[in-house]
C-alpha cells in the first residue's frame, strides 16, 4: 500500500488514461473492454430513469448514509429514482453472479474486490469498464492509486491489478482488535498493540473467567478477518501482500502456520466463543457489547453499531509485526461498479461519483463511517472510538500496513479459506493440513496462468 492518502502517483494517471467512451449492449469481455461513444455529466440529459442499485450496506452506520445519501441525489436529480436493494454481504456473493447473468440485471451493484467475484464478472463482460469515467470525474486527483488498482482488472479478468478500472469504493476498511475500556482497566492491561501483547491479555481475561474474544463464524466471512490479523502481524504486509497477489511466498510457509497455530492454540483453549462456528457474526459482537468479552476482531464497519451500544467504553487498535510495523488487512470496501447491461451508464457512473466522492465523505464521518479518503482536517475528539478509528487508519496507511482480503487470492479462495478456518477453529484439521489446503488451491490457480 502506499504510505500517504494525499500524495497521487503519477502511475494513477497512467492507469486511468483512456479515452472517453460508453458501453455497448453486449456481455462479452471484448465488447465491454471498449466501450465505444461520448460519455457525459449531464444527468438531466438522460430523461425520467430508474437507477436499480445493489450494495450491502446493512450495518447501522452505512444504512443511515446511504439513505441519506441516496435521497439528496434524488433531490439533485429529481429525473433519477433509485431502487435500492440491500443484502448481507454472504447474500450478495450468492445472488449477485445470477442476478449479472439475466437480461435485466442492477445498473449499479457493490462487487468484492479480487478474482472470486470482480474478476469472475469481468471474464464473463459482466461489468462495464470505468477508466473513462475516472477520467471524466478526476478520480485520479482523488484516491490514491494503490486502491483503484485493487478496483482494477485487465480487461479479460486474467490478472487483478491490472490497467482498467471496474470499480470506484466508498469506505476505507481495516480489520482490528475492538476492546473493551473498562474491562481492560480493571484488568490492569494496556491497549495490545502486537499479537504477543493480545494473547498475554486473553491469558490474563480468560484466567480471571472472562471469555477473552467474542467471535462468531457462522456466515464464514468473520473467519477471514481473524485469520487475515493473526497473519499480517506474524508475517508482515509485504510478504502476505506478495502472497495474495501471487508474487511470492507459499500458504504453507512459516509464519502462516504459526498464525494457524495461534488460532487453533485459542480455540483448544477456550478463550474464543464457545461453538463459534454455529455463532453469528452479530450475535458475537452484540455479546461484546454487553460486556461479555473483552475483545473481538472485525472491521471499521462496525464502529457506529459498537459506539452506540457502548458509548465510551469501547475502543479501536491494529497489531503491529515484531519490528513494530502496524500491519492488518483491510484497504477499502466493495467497490460500487456499472454492470455491461445498464442502460443508463452516464447516470450509473453519477450517482458513484455522488456517493463517493469529498462531500459523501462528509455524510460517511457524521453518521459513523470511515470513508475511503479521510479530510485532511478530520480530527476526533481524542479517547473516542472516531479517534482511535481515524488514527489506526492514518498510522496503517502511513506506514504501507494494510494487506489485501486474503480471499482476493484466487477465483475459488474464498469458499476454500472460510471453510478451512471453520475447520481449523472447529478442531477439525491442524495448521499444517489447514495451510497445506491453502497452498492446494493457490498453486493450482497460480499453474492455470502459466
Not at 50 to 67: K, P, R, S
Not at 122 to 147: C, F, I, K, N, Q
Not at 167 to 196: C, D, F, H, M, W
Not at 360 to 382: M, R
Amino acid at each position: 500500500m502506499r504510505s500517504s492518502l494525499r500524495t497521487i502517483a503519477a502511475a494513477a494517471a497512467a492507469l486511468l488514461a483512456l479515452s472517453a467512451c460508453a458501453p455497448g449492449p453486449s456481455g462479452s469481455p471484448e465488447d465491454t473492454a471498449a466501450p465505444t461513444g461520448a460519455v457525459s455529466q449531464d444527468v438531466a440529459a438522460a430523461g425520467d430513469v430508474t437507477l436499480t442499485v445493489w450494495d450491502q450496506n446493512t450495518d447501522g452506520g452505512i444504512v443511515a448514509a446511504q439513505e441519506q445519501l441516496n435521497s439528496a441525489f434524488e433531490e439533485k436529480y429529481p429525473n433519477v429514482k433509485i431502487e435500492r436493494t440491500a443484502q448481507s454481504f454472504s447474500d450478495l456473493k450468492t445472488t449477485l453472479k445470477l442476478a449479472l447473468s439475466s437480461n435485466t440485471p442492477p445498473d449499479v451493484v457493490q462487487a468484492n474486490q479480487g478474482y472470486p467475484d470482480m474478476g469472475a464478472f469481468v471474464s464473463a463482460g459482466m461489468l462495464r469498464p470505468m477508466t473513462d469515467y475516472a477520467e471524466l470525474y478526476d478520480w485520479s486527483s482523488y484516491y490514491p492509486e494503490s486502491l483503484l488498482k485493487q478496483n482494477s482488472f485487465s480487461s479479460d479478468g486474467k490478472t487483478w491489478q491490472g490497467d482498467t478500472l471496474f470499480g470506484v469504493s466508498q469506505t476505507g476498511e481495516i480489520v482490528g482488535v475492538y476492546y473493551n475500556r473498562a474491562k481492560l482497566e480493571e484488568l490492569g492491561l494496556a491497549v495490545p498493540t502486537t499479537l504477543a501483547e493480545l494473547d498475554s491479555a486473553m491469558d490474563t481475561a480468560h484466567a480471571e473467567g472472562m471469555l477473552p474474544l467474542a467471535f462468531g463464524n457462522l456466515e464464514k466471512s468473520p473467519g477471514i478477518h481473524l485469520f487475515g490479523v493473526t497473519q499480517a502481524a506474524i508475517a508482515g504486509p509485504e510478504a502476505v501482500s506478495e502472497l495474495v497477489s501471487g508474487q511470492g511466498g507459499a500458504w504453507t510457509d512459516a509464519p502462516t502456520v504459526q498464525a494457524a497455530q495461534q488460532i487453533s492454540d485459542w480455540a483448544k483453549g477456550g478463550y474464543l466463543t464457545p461453538g463459534a462456528n454455529g455463532v453469528s457474526r452479530d450475535d458475537a459482537i452484540a455479546a461484546f457489547a454487553r460486556g461479555d468479552a473483552l475483545f473481538t476482531i472485525t472491521g471499521t464497519w462496525k464502529e457506529q453499531d459498537l459506539r452506540s451500544a457502548m458509548g465510551d467504553d469501547v475502543g479501536f487498535t491494529t497489531l503491529s509485526t515484531a519490528d513494530a510495523t502496524p500491519s492488518t488487512t483491510g484497504g477499502q470496501g466493495l467497490a460500487w461498479a456499472i454492470t455491461s447491461k445498464s442502460a443508463h451508464p452516464d447516470v450509473a457512473a453519477a450517482y458513484i461519483d455522488f456517493i463517493t466522492n469529498a462531500a459523501a465523505a462528509e455524510v460517511l464521518i457524521d453518521t459513523g463511517n470511515l470513508p475511503t479518503v479521510l479530510p485532511d482536517d478530520y480530527q476526533p475528539a481524542a479517547g473516542t472510538l472516531a479517534a482511535d478509528v481515524a488514527t489506526q487508519y492514518r498510522d496503517v496507511q502511513d506506514a504501507d500496513g494494510t494487506v489485501p482480503y486474503l480471499d482476493y487470492s484466487t477465483p475459488t479462495f474464498y469458499d476454500t479459506l472460510t471453510a478451512a478456518v471453520q475447520e481449523l477453529v472447529g478442531g477439525q484439521s491442524d495448521p499444517g493440513q489447514f495451510t497445506s489446503t491453502l497452498q492446494t488451491d493457490y498453486a493450482a490457480f497460480l499453474n492455470s496462468r502459466k
